[in-house]
């Protein structure tokens, strides 16, 4: 791979991408003690400067992230499509936001500290693994190491995304201030289907910091996206029906996409390069959720290093692999079952339950329970698909 006479940079650990999975990576590394004497890269073509994103999770008390959490909640709404409205309770849980730019900063200050750590800010153009290293060029230098995580997503991927069962979760929001008050701040939204596109699962998701502010956004759980044009007049829409006529100053935009697939990331793991983030499966593919995930993924790689076991991760129990499948078939060929089945899920199961069970951490006789209260027909036809 190397061909001209440039030094090769080489560390025991390399990591491609500075998001949410790279930095919890790259983090844990430095805080775990038998891992002190590895020499760690991160490599990213861009630097990690602007709030581009918003990261929200559950939890049960206390969590590693509390220091740079700017909300929670500990109640939230639901509205059906029917304008049916629920108000839950999620003791034991707490719902927690952090800001991206927040987030990249706690991270970025503590490994800049690290005399572990170096940064690159260049772009990966080849990787090669080799018997005993990994060969990484990028646009400006040559590294190798003894193992490489790697956040790109997989070519095959791109190509073949749509030979599995995939869907997108699209979003774009608004944080808006106003003069008069216009939220509870102690109350989020988790889901408002009483303002939809046609024939889809999409919802309305507002996050309140106080009575005068709040991130409003538009979702789409579907096998297709609106515009940015069509995003924004459609929130706008919303806001003009249910703030009924109070004025609101737009302070900032945020917008993204998130795949939704059973796709075998996990194949694309060898002996040498670990898959990491959306890449290599993190993200739940039912809910779109990575920003907790991570932290189970995150832990079972420490492990593996420690034990000196193959890196792959954390790895799901297949049965729940199963009904992440089951769910994005109805989402992806009967797209506008989605509210029903979402709205029966918050009404007859209880929080502690539900959260439980989308952490993958219930047992067989929970989710049975859980599953006896949903709508029947929707996953007949899928198991059958």
């Known amino acids: 791979m190397k061909v001209n006479n440039d030094p090769i940079l080489s560390f025991d650990y390399i990591i491609i991408g500075s998001g949410v999975s790279g930095l919890q990576l790259a983090l844990a590394i430095i805080n775990t003690k038998e891992l002190s004497n590895k020499r760690l890269a991160i490599l990213d073509k861009v630097t990690k400067n602007t709030n581009d994103k918003t990261f929200c999770y559950w939890e049960k008390g206390n969590g590693k992230w509390d220091e740079i959490v700017s909300k929670n909640w500990h109640q939230t709404y639901f509205y059906s499509s029917t304008h049916k409205k629920l108000h839950i309770e999620l003791a034991p849980y707490t719902y927690k936001k952090i800001k991206a730019i927040d987030f990249y900063q706690y991270c970025l200050k503590k490994l800049k500290n690290s005399s572990q750590v170096s940064f690159f800010t260049e772009e990966v153009k080849k990787v090669a693994e080799k018997t005993q290293k990994v060969q990484i060029e990028t646009t400006k230098h040559f590294f190798e190491c003894n193992h490489l995580f790697d956040s790109r997503l997989p070519n095959h991927f791109l190509n073949k995304k749509k030979h599995y069962t995939y869907i997108d979760q699209s979003f774009s929001g608004f944080e808006i201030e106003t003069k008069t008050s216009a939220f509870k701040a102690d109350t989020f939204i988790m889901m408002d289907y009483r303002h939809t596109w046609n024939n889809s699962t999409s919802f309305m998701y507002i996050l309140p910091k106080n009575k005068h502010k709040a991130l409003v956004e538009y979702t789409l759980f579907a096998p297709f996206t609106l515009s940015k044009i069509e995003f924004e007049y459609q929130l706008k829409k919303y806001l003009d029906i249910y703030l009924k006529g109070i004025t609101y100053t737009i302070t900032h935009k945020e917008t993204g996409v998130i795949p939704m697939t059973n796709y075998p990331f996990e194949k694309h793991h060898t002996h040498r390069v670990t898959k990491i983030g959306t890449a290599g ?105």
């Open 281 to 385: 499966g993190w993200v739940k593919a039912s809910t779109g959720y990575s920003f907790k995930r991570s932290e189970k993924f995150v832990n079972s790689i420490i492990k593996q290093l420690i034990s000196k076991q193959p890196l792959i991760g954390y790895v799901p129990h297949p049965r729940f692999k199963f009904y992440d499948k089951l769910l994005l078939s109805i989402l992806e060929q009967e797209n506008t079952k989605g509210p029903e089945i979402f709205y029966k899920m918050y009404k007859n199961t209880k929080p502690a339950t539900f959260f439980k069970f989308l952490d993958e951490e219930t047992s067989l006789f929970e989710e049975i329970k859980l599953i006896l209260k949903l709508p029947f027909l929707p996953f007949i036809k899928a198991l059958f698909r």
